[in-house]
């Protein structure tokens, strides 16, 4: 038979990608969210498929396009803004307008998911909340999320990531023990993994719907989503103790923690399992510690683990990290070294894997960015065009979606209903690029065809 | 405006959608009577002392799904993972968390009869989830390859540090997989921690509290799983979806990688700051702690009015002025700030953070500024409050033999089909007749 890891090769080639289905080919979703939260839920469905319509203000746009990294713009757009919002259309219609209430009506009448992430409530006195957009279409799935949800007392607290972090808990766990440093979880985490339970959500929405003909409503909470991942609410009702801050270690596993070698470098390392701990202790020439603790539970008492931890920190600091690294393949027990931003956007592995992927836009040219964590097999994810300036699609959706004519299209630009990007970095085309050439931007055929696939 | 017709324009604006609005959010506050997604579903998880398999188990069991939980007969050493050795009834507090709507099977897939057992089941299987060494199951005819054959739809998960193709997949198959190395290699630990001039350990690479390295990695699994039952309820047909746990982080967030190769450099660890929006971050109040958010001009300038700090407006005006990259600098307007933080508690600050938003949204003079501070909370405070309470967000659960205890539920509220649990229970082996009945007896 052929070798396991030659049969995985060609099932997950990433060459191949391409010439696979998509899963959510022909939904269309109506994005009207903004920053993080919401548009990564819609963008995961765009990933596998899905056709999705995110709708900005003119002239104004997704306050995220000026989300940079200490002020770097890259190619006068935020390459976080990119991650979030690849493989959309962007469409710049004015809410605000009669006419562009009824473009997006017309959308609505045909989408499939609607995804928002305002202030409780502001959809629906925007006319477009979900008691509005069901009555137009009753088969809708509509998601919206909020820090503290559409109903309860403080649904009306607006929010961002910190805040779900600081009212879920989750900042309470990370830190030093017996100092002031606490630390928050960095990079917005309180934004994606609750944008990714949206997406959860969605996918089982559209599961449903496809049994049983109905959408739905979806009230998705980020403290929420965050309080479901932390121990610290079972811990306290049965101990009666709060779980305080952990140091670096990890509380369940014993010894665990992130550890510095003899070449300087840092090496997490970590026990889950009494086999694991034989395959330590062994690597470690000191197999007597299987004796002296021999219950699982018991290794974990914090003066047990305490000691645990001293003794691994002590070997770690007397070998290379590669040395460890080998140790641990061969005995079985789990290692890693800590790895960086510049080694993560570099590493083979994960260029060879598709979990780093290179990718060459028509706009932004050469880029790299991060691939899934789970590959699927037959429905792959897959990058089609990164994030455009404000109003970039206008053109091509209002022809081949409305099959308006060039003369409609100018009207609505002439009053404003329909809008492009000012002169601020975040929103405009990069300095180099030619729009009057853009065939999508300056779309010309009457529908049908499509010039983006 | 006139106050008459400000009132005209509010009806306008919030009028019927009010009324009807209430009517439907009303409808979703409990998931009774209301149908599962994935009933009928039947999901195998076989996962080993790895917590992803078993979290994304749990996310199909609260959306319906029959989960079945395969383990040795000792038990899946999973059991024993728990903070300092907290248990009852020797279960650990993340285990008896995510025994959500499960049942029991005990099958050592190590013996041939167990095997045998196991492809039965599989062949009437819709999920099959899996943490064994990448290989381990192929070698014992029990894998994607061979399952397949028999059961075409069958969605097959792994769950594996590197994954189950490439070199270094090969390399290191037999490295078992734990939190707190997914948190370090899929760069998590890197981007927390003091900045490179602490003193050690502070400024060392940290650990985030939470089990991240695996919830994102169980969420990520349930997610490619659930895309894949949304196309084998189209086509008939399943698939294999690889889980690399060293990937979680960098994946789900992006950063790592778009600021590596942006940069061309590695990000240094800022401490409690924050490398896009500022003021961004915790500050110390008379009782407590806050986290403070007011990072667009509009925002920080409404902070600095409810902290009476408008003297220092002229030099931290825009968004350029407080970028974190020059560390003294941010430092200097963190002390600020918290020299005025510290004089009132923590609800003093919430409550002026809210007049003045209110006041603000209204006034086009103050520029809809918004600035937003809230409690950092202890589980025993956020367990009491109303808002959670009302929410149904806890559970709470008296079990013969588990006792009194309360777990973190309904985080997704769903107007037709929400997710919901139904029970908690853990004995090894407890549903044995049940599944063998039911699955096992031809």
Redesign the interface.
């Known amino acids: 038979m052929e070798d ?2 030659s ?3 060609r ?2 080639d990433p060459s191949t990608i391409k010439e696979k ?1 998509e ?2 080919k022909g939904i269309k979703v109506l994005d009207f969210s903004h920053v993080i939260f919401g548009p990564i839920a819609a963008r ?1 469905l765009a990933q ?1 498929g899905a056709e999705v319509f995110k709708i900005e203000l003119p002239f104004v746009g997704d ?1 995220w396009r000026f ?6 713009f ?1 190619k006068h757009s935020s ?2 803004f ?3 919002q690849y493989n959309k259309h962007f469409l710049s219609v004015n809410l605000n307008s009669p006419k562009g209430k009824e473009l997006i009506y017309k959308l609505a009448e045909q989408a499939d998911v609607v995804v928002e992430n305002f202030a409780a ?1 502001t959809a ?2 925007w ?1 477009v ?4 957009l069901s009555k137009i279409n009753p088969k809708i799935i509509y998601l919206s999320c909020a820090t ?7 649904r009306f ?4 990531d ?2 779900a ?12 023990p017996g100092t ?10 309180g934004d ?2 609750p944008g ?2 949206g ?3 969605l ?6 719907r ?3 003909g ?8 980020q403290s ?2 965050l ?13 009666n103790e ?2 305080e ?2 140091g ?6 014993a010894p ?3 550890f ?1 070698s003899r070449d300087g470098k ?5 026990v ?5 701990f034989k395959a330590l202790s062994s690597a470690m020439g000191q197999k007597k510690l299987v004796t002296e603790y021999k219950d ?7 003066e047990n ?1 305490r000691e645990l931890y001293k003794i691994a920190q002590e070997w770690v600091s007397k070998k290379d990290s590669a040395e460890i690294v080998n140790l ?2 061969e005995h ?15 590493d ?3 260029r ?2 598709g ?2 992927v290179v990718f060459k836009d028509d706009m932004y040219r050469e ?13 792959p994810g897959r990058i089609k065009w990164l994030a455009r300036p404000l109003g970039y699609h206008n053109r091509y959706v209002l022809k081949t979606f409305f099959g308006l004519s060039e003369e409609e299209i100018k009207k609505l630009e002439r009053e404003r209903v329909i809008g492009y990007w000012d002169d601020r970095p975040g929103i405009k085309p990069p300095v180099y690029y030619d729009m009057d050439k853009d065939a999508v931007f300056n779309y010309q055929g009457n529908g049908g065809d499509k010039a983006h696939e | 405006m006139s106050k008459g017709k400000e009132k005209e324009q509010v009806l306008v ?2 009028g019927t ?2 009324r ?2 209430q009517k ?2 009303a409808d ?2 409990s998931s009774e009577g209301k ?1 599962e ?2 009933d009928g579903v039947v999901v195998l998880d076989a996962s080993y ?1 790895n917590f992803s398999g078993i979290i994304a188990a749990s ?1 199909f069991a609260e ?1 319906g799904a029959e989960v079945i939980k395969i383990e040795p007969p000792e038990g899946d ?2 059991r ?9 009834n ?1 279960v ?3 285990f ?2 995510e025994a959500r709507n499960k049942r029991y099977l005990t099958l050592d897939v190590r013996t041939e009869e167990g095997r045998r057992d196991f492809e039965k089941l599989a062949a009437k299987a819709d999920v099959l989830i899996e943490t064994f060494p ?2 381990q199951t ?2 014992w005819g029990i ?1 994607y ?1 061979q399952l397949s054959q028999t059961n075409p739809g069958l969605v097959y998960i792994a769950i594996t ?12 198959r ?21 900045p490179e001039t602490s003193p050690e ?2 400024n ?9 390295g695996w ?3 169980g ?6 799983g ?6 084998k ?2 086509t008939g ?1 399943g ?10 982080y ?18 240094p660890r800022l ?2 700051h ?4 500022y003021p ?3 500050w ?1 109040s008379k009782d407590g ?3 403070i ?1 007011a990072p ?1 001009d509009h925002d920080f300038r409404a902070l600095l009015k409810i902290l009476k700090l408008w003297k220092i407006e002229d030099d931290w005006r825009f ?2 002025d407080r ?3 020059i560390l003294e600098q941010i430092e200097k307007l963190y002390g600020l700030i918290e020299a005025e933080t510290i004089k009132y508690t923590s609800d003093e600050l919430i409550r002026k953070a ?1 007049e003045y ?1 209110i006041k603000s949204a209204r006034s086009k003079w103050r520029g809809g500024g ?1 600035p ?1 501070i ?7 405070d ?2 009491k409050n ?3 309470t ?2 149904k ?2 559970q ?1 659960f008296d079990d013969k033999r588990l ?15 929400p ?1 919901r649990v139904k029970w908690i229970s853990c004995d090894i082996g407890k549903d044995n007749d049940y599944i063998r009945k039911k699955y096992l007896a031809d």
């Open positions: 396991y890891f049969f995985t090769k099932l997950f289905p899963v959510f995961l596998y306050l989300g940079v990294y200490w002020g770097k890259w390459v976080c990119h991650f979030v409530g629906e006195a006319g909340g979900y008691s509005q503290y949800g559409q109903y309860g007392p403080l607290f607006p929010g961002w910190l805040l972090q600081a009212a879920s808990g989750a900042i309470s766990l990370t830190g030093y002031d440093k606490y630390y928050k979880l960095p990079d917005y985490l994606y993994f990714n339970v997406a959860l959500a996918v089982m929405a559209l599961y449903h496809k049994k049983t109905r959408g739905q409503y979806i009230d998705l909470a929420e989503a309080m479901r991942i932390l121990p610290n609410f079972t811990y306290f009702s049965i101990t709060e779980l801050r952990v670096n270690t990890d509380p369940t596993m665990s923690g992130i510095k840092f090496v997490a390392l970590a889950a399992t009494e086999e694991q699982g539970f018991e290794r974990l008492k914090p683990a641990a393949k079985g027990f789990p290692v890693a070294e800590v790895m960086d931003d510049f080694q993560i956007a570099n083979e592995w994960r060879e894997r979990s780093v880029f790299v960015l991060p691939g899934p964590s789970a590959m699927l097999s037959k429905t | 604006r919030y959608a009010r009807e609005r439907f959010l979703m506050m149908p997604v994935l002392a996310l959306f050493p999973s024993k993972i728990t903070p300092y050795g907290a248990n009852v020797d650990g507090i993340p008896l968390m990448a290989g192929d070698t894998g390859r540090p590197y994954g189950q193709y490439t070199d270094k997949a090969k390399e290191f037999n490295l078992p997989d734990s939190d707190i190395t997914s948190q370090a290699a899929s760069g998590l630990a890197a981007n927390i921690g003091d350990p502070y060392w690479p940290f650990k985030a509290g939470a089990w991240l919830y994102i990695s969420l990520e699994a349930a997610l490619g659930a895309m894949a039952l949304v196309y309820e189209a047909e698939q294999m979806i690889d889980v690399a746990t060293a990937d979680a960098a994946s789900l967030v992006g950063y790592p990688v778009l600021i590596g190769y942006t940069w061309e450099k590695a990000r401490g409690r924050d490398f896009t929006l961004y971050g915790f110390k702690i806050v986290a958010a667009r968004t350029f970028i974190t990259d809210l938003s918004v937003i809230m409690k950092v909370q202890k589980p025993s956020i367990m109303p808002h959670w009302i929410r967000t806890f709470e006792g009194k205890f309360t777990i973190p539920a309904n985080f997704i509220k769903m107007s037709d089909s997710p």
